[in-house]
């Protein structure tokens, strides 16, 4: 596989439309905000679990400033009246050795169309390629569309420590 941070694929998806799965480039920032601003508040609280309309500096360069070692972070890139932007993205960051935690959003204009699963397929491969052992997720319980994904790549319930958080778990072979 080449490099991650230089990782690229083409796929097609449910409605017909193609889409770019690719690494989140530090140039990324001004289409990854304008995402945010397209997306939803109950899609932004069922991805970080709070209202959120807007990021801090901080917490900004924290998802910019990828080393695709630890923090994997990959964009669904798709054409739109002409021109690409950001539909959505996935990440997984190691939480201890052999371990990652995933997380996704889509923006709400383009959910449906298999985005999620897309990025789920490809942040496994580059999981399993790195060597990582586990896959951990959190999501919450009226999130039935990512629940649905994770259950099709054999995600697993297991104890949490909060009961209004599905927690989810994948042994990679």
């Known amino acids: ?11 097609c998806l449910r409605d017909g439309s193609t889409i770019e799965i690719r690494a989140l480039r530090p140039d990324d920032q ?28 901080k917490e900004i360069a924290f998802f910019m400033n990828i080393d695709f070692t630890s923090h994997v972070a990959l964009v669904a890139q798709i054409d739109e009246e002409g ?30 169309k298999g985005i999620a699963k897309s990025l789920m397929r490809h942040l496994l491969a580059i999981a399993r390629d790195a060597g990582l052992k586990e ?15 994770f259950s099709g790549f054999g995600f697993r319930s297991r104890a949490g420590g909060d009961p209004q958080v599905r927690h989810l778990v994948l042994q990679l072979s």
């Open 1 to 11: 596989m080449a490099s991650t941070a230089d990782y690229s694929a083409v796929e």
């Open 30 to 57: 001004d289409d990854m905000l304008a995402a945010v601003n397209r997306t939803s508040l109950q899609s932004l609280q069922r991805r970080f679990f709070v209202p959120k309309r807007g990021f801090s500096d």
């Open 83 to 112: 021109r690409p932007v950001i539909a959505g993205g996935g990440r997984y960051i190691v939480t201890q050795p052999g371990q990652a935690e995933l997380a996704f959003v889509v923006v709400d204009a383009h959910q449906g």
């Open 135 to 149: 896959l951990t997720a959190e999501v919450l319980p009226e999130n039935a569309a990512m629940l649905k994904v």
